[in-house]
């Protein structure tokens, strides 16, 4: 769950940081597992998590209200494909 909720925070082009306070906030996500994850992600995926660096500093930002509002639905979204639930 943690990978789908990074591949989300990509989408809306959160930085790591970002990502880890937004799932720490919503998805109560502690945000060493975040970053763990996110890591591992870079690692396994180099070339695209450049290209992600470099796209960042081109773009313009969501505000903070947006991002909250996406991550709120992106969870809810989530919880309700989750067969756990």
């Not at 502690?30 to 992600?41: A, F, G, M, R």
């Not at 796209?55 to 067969?83: A, C, H, L, V, W």
């Amino acid at each position: 769950m943690v990978q789908h909720l990074i591949e989300k925070c990509l989408i809306f082009h959160m930085t790591k940081e970002e990502c880890m306070d937004a799932l720490s906030k919503h998805a109560n996500i502690k945000p060493i597992i975040t970053s763990t994850v996110w890591s591992e992600l870079e690692k396994e995926n180099k070339e695209f998590f450049e290209a992600y660096a470099q796209s960042q500093s081109n773009k313009d930002r969501m505000s903070e209200e947006e991002t909250s509002q996406m991550i709120q639905k992106m969870i809810s979204d989530s919880s309700k494909g989750d067969p756990k639930n």
